[in-house]
Structures are given as C-alpha cells and as structure tokens.
C-alpha cells in the first residue's frame, strides 16, 4: 500500500485537534472514515501513531517523528497550490484583529498568509470589534476579524461567523469570593475590571448583571487584555475574558473560573471584509483565519458550513 494525501491530513488533522471527531469535522468527513485513514497509514508504515484514551488520542513516539514529517508534506502542497494561477494576492492587506484572536493566533494566521501570498504587504490594527468593524465600512481596513456584531456598519461590507467564543468569569484563587454558583449579587461585590464600551466584554458583563437586576457602574476600565488578564492573576480584579486567554493560567493556577449563574452565553465571531471588486480574493484568507483558530482551540463551537 502508498500513503495517501488524505491519510496524511487525517494523521495531521487528528494529531492538531486531539481527536478523529474533531479533524473528521474539520476535513468535512465522517469520523469513521478519518479513523479509517489512520489504521492504513499505521498499516503502512507498521507503527502505532496514538495511543487511544476515552474520547482523546496522544501521539505515541513514531507519531511525534510522523508528525514533523506530515507537516512538511502538507506544506509543500500549500506550496504547489500558490502555482495556481489567478489565486495570489499582492499590494498591501489592511488586516484588523481584536486582542484575543490576536493572542490566539495572529502570528499563525501571517505566517500562512506570507506562505502563500509571498508578494502580499499586511498591515495590522489591533482594537476592539467595534472600532474594527467601523474601520471596514470606512475602507480604512479591507478585512478585520472580531466577536463584535450587529447591523453591518456599510452595504459593501460582507461578513461571515467563523465560530463560537466562550467567555467566562476568572479570578486569582486567593481572592475572598463566597462560595457557591457566582450569580450578580456576588459579583458586585467584587471589584471587576473591563474595557470601556463599546465593547464586547463590557456589553457581556454589563448584559450579565443586569439580568440579575444589577447596574453596571462602577469598575475598572483597562483597554488590554493582556493587561486585564495580569490584573486578574494578581487579585486586584475578577474580569470576564475569552477562555483561550485564559487557559494556560487555568491550567497554571494564578486563576480559576468562578461558575457563573446564570451561564456566560457563547458570542459569535465573524470576519468582515470589503465585498466590492475584490470579493473572491478573500476565500482563501477566510479559510486561513479559520483553520489556524480552529487549531489554536478558539472556537468552543465551530460554525455550520
């Protein structure tokens, strides 16, 4: 038997995602077909590329040394389909994110723009998704990616909902916070810190006290997350903030998630680019955003396609 193509993305997919279910819905198959792919590839090269635990797969030894080797495949594919012709862009790509996207996967997401658009020139503003969608319909940015949406800002503006974004409440563990479900009333008595409106984590957690009949007046306003996130870890503040911001702090134990009741609804994040003339050229920079947030365990729940 030859490997295939697709085994190699069912191996890589898998290994990037942490399970079959979740490369099979990347690649847009089924998940006994991704797992399929994945015997004949072990069948081929007689190894065991991961060990299966419950719901979750870890590469064994042979399929870390697989991996390097799958990746660069696949790159030398992307590098073949640059050759296509009418597909490369050039000149310069006004590119906006918000702060956590960007946290999550900026530098991914231009590496693989530079890959395959080698000619193209990225200029890039980070702010808020307001500010960022206000900045298309002006036509200062060609295309911004944000979890801020409403009435599109212009007629020539086109937006499209990559996924879902989970938001949740975190504080220093040696914060004072009676225990028990953190509804309004506890968080009230806390000092919170957020960014000024118009923004989305202010609108989430004004929206969030307020429906446990509390106003929002008073807190501390910071314009960064990262910033938010410092304060956060240190006591001075609880804040609410996207859970890919905050995992490697979870997962290190300056912060634990308060369980928020009533629960953090899920916020929709969107790509908004200028759909006049150059429409189509901005398929494959969608693709892109997507596909490297997708990796970066962005989305808690991907968008229907």
Known sequence: MR????QIEAFFWSARLGSFHAAARHLNFTQPAISARIKEL?????????????????????????????????????????????ETLEGVLRFGADESSAMAGLTGILARLHAMHPELQIEVTIDIGTVLRQKVGRRELDVAIHSSLGELPAPHVVEQVLGWVAFDWVAAPALDVAPGPFDPARAVACPIVTNSPPSTLNSLVRNWLQAGGYDFKVHNACNSLSLMLRLAEAGHAIAILPASATRDSLQAGTLRTLPADPPIPLVAFALSYLGEDRGEEFTGVIDIVRDVLTEAGYFALPART
Do not use: C, K, Y
């Open 3 to 6: 490997i295939t193509l697709q």
């Open 42 to 86: 072990e069948s081929t090269l007689q190894v065991r590329l991961f060990e299966r635990r419950n719901q979750r797969i870890e590469l064994t030894h042979a399929g870390r040394n697989a991996l390097s080797h799958a990746e660069r495949l696949l790159g030398a594919g992307q590098e073949l389909e640059r050759m296509r012709g009418g």
